[in-house]
């Protein structure tokens, strides 16, 4: 089977690979501007299609009550995905623009694997709990809460890692026994697309439990959080989209799990080791291009040490050249798109109109004419309210920032709209601990730890979304609780 050449350019509807209503669109190669192929434009009415058969799926199929088939279903996934690993982290290093030596980590191998804390946890589940017998209201029952899965489910995926958030969702929603539908974002048609191809052939998953709609138009996503067949909606993307998803489905009271925005902040407390946490802090930064909503991106450092700080960083950062993805030493890919090197560019423009100077980069690199580059930047001399440090860039930019003390520099990290993640350096654990403790976010590491991992949750606080994503938390976001009381003789 092949997974490049042309693509995938068929939608998957109903276990069926079908030609989308509005013909096809392009898809292309972030490092070249290429053309890489197309990928099918669904319509409004292909979108209802794939509902229809998610729900009827659900509805009319054991799938909702058959642990052995949803457990063997993901396996075989997971194992058809391991079988074709190469192909498909070509097409990730492609379409995505993602560095080769991601695609070993968060950006395809990683995720894969992840799929095993999925089927696991499906054959290991306490689906029903029984409490015992009692008597409310002086009438003897037993009483025992069932989870059950919540029923059809639109998910909503973004460019950046389509791999991992796409099996993020798919995974638990089909383990908890939900039927899905698909919608990955535009740029990256074909990561979501290919997926058809392996449940169709190498599983057994049935027709219409996954159904995969790509499409250049925003709006036929939107059709997962207004139509009333869908019961839940998970969408990972910006914050301002997540506001429309929530509103959407306010209508029919759906439930939203919504993974938003980030502006994270990296705190160095006065007796770490500055140079290589300023270090850390930009190696981070820069890793695809800045593109992850849990990046730290201001760097916030004791003021007395502020110049060195940003030096520090500095050179690391312009040491982290934008490269071809292809090449196994890149660290920096391109983003995405003209559309998204532009805004960056806006931004770092504003940072110049408040006052900030550029400590390194600040723009496209002199060397690359084409692909979608923008230089590893460190942005110095401003502070918390400036708009590079209020709004997230999703580029390889960091803003240093200068703290006063502990308390200071809580007040800095958590002065901010969001609350996805954190970062605290300090020899002294029991401090960072205490300053960790303090930080409105979802995730913390402390001294270059690692959150990360199939069986740990991930969400923020404030802005930064609703609800969790992976780990056991992930998988119980999909179920509904229903009590149920017999009258006991």
């Not at 079988?83 to 894969?112: K, N």
Request: hydrophobic content about 45%.
């Amino acid at each position: 089977m092949a997974l490049l050449g042309d693509g995938e350019s068929r939608l998957f509807i109903d276990g069926r690979l079908v030609a989308g209503g509005g013909g096809t669109f392009t898809t292309v190669n972030p490092a070249t501007e290429e053309v890489l192929g197309v990928a099918a434009d669904a319509t409004v009415d292909d979108m209802s299609s794939a509902i229809g058969a998610a729900r009827a799926a659900f509805d009319e199929t054991d799938w909702a009550t058959n642990v052995e088939l949803r457990v063997r279903g993901i396996r075989q996934l997971q194992q058809a995905m391991r079988d074709h690993a190469e192909e498909l982290r070509e097409l990730a290093i492609a379409e995505v623009g993602a560095p080769r030596m991601l695609t070993s980590m968060a950006q395809l191998d990683g995720p894969v694997e992840d799929l095993s804390f999925c089927a696991d946890t499906a054959e290991s589940y306490q689906w029903t709990t029984d409490l015992g017998i009692a008597a409310p209201m002086g009438i003897k029952t037993r009483r025992t809460i069932a989870r059950e899965a919540i029923g059809v489910v639109g998910a909503i995926t973004p460019w950046n890692f389509p791999n991992q958030i796409n099996l993020a969702k798919l995974g638990p929603a089909l383990a908890a026994g939900n039927t899905v539908v698909l919608k990955p974002a535009p740029d990256t048609p074909w990561s979501a697309a290919v997926l058809g191809q392996l449940i169709l052939e190498f599983t057994d998953i049935p027709a219409g439990v996954v159904n995969i709609v790509t499409s250049s138009d925003h709006g036929v996503g939107a059709q997962l959080s207004q139509d009333p067949r869908v019961d839940m909606v998970s969408f990972t993307g910006s914050t301002n989209t997540g506001r429309a998803v929530m509103a959407d489905g306010a209508a029919t009271l759906k439930k939203v799990f919504l993974e938003l925005g980030g502006k994270s902040a990296f705190l160095v407390l006065d007796d770490a080791d500055l140079a290589g946490a300023c270090s850390m802090s930009a190696f981070t930064a820069s890793m695809h291009a800045g593109q992850g909503c849990a990046i730290t991106t201001r760097l916030v450092v004791p003021r007395a040490r502020y110049d060195e700080a940003v030096e520090a960083a500095a050179a690391t950062m312009a040491g982290l050249k934008p490269g071809d993805p292809n090449d196994a030493g890149t660290i920096c890919g391109p983003v995405i798109s003209a559309l998204q090197r532009d805004r960056i560019q806006g931004y770092l423009d504003s940072a110049i109109a408040e006052g900030g100077r550029f400590a390194c980069g600040g723009g496209r690199p002199a060397d690359r004419d084409t692909g979608f580059f923008i230089e590893p930047t460190v942005i110095a001399d401003l502070d918390n309210n400036a708009k590079v440090a209020r709004e997230e860039i999703f580029g390889p930019v960091l803003t240093v920032i200068a703290h006063d003390g502990d308390d200071d520099a809580v007040r800095i990290a958590n002065d901010s709209p969001y609350g996805l993640s954190g970062t605290v350096f300090s020899p002294d654990e029991e401090r960072a601990a205490g300053v960790a403790a303090r930080m409105r976010v979802g995730t913390v590491n402390i001294n270059g730890g690692v959150w990360y991992s199939a069986d740990v949750p991930f969400g923020g606080y404030k802005q930064s979304g609703i609800g969790r994503e992976m780990g056991l938390a992930g998988f119980e976001e999909y179920l509904e609780l229903k009590a149920i009381a017999t009258a006991s003789n």
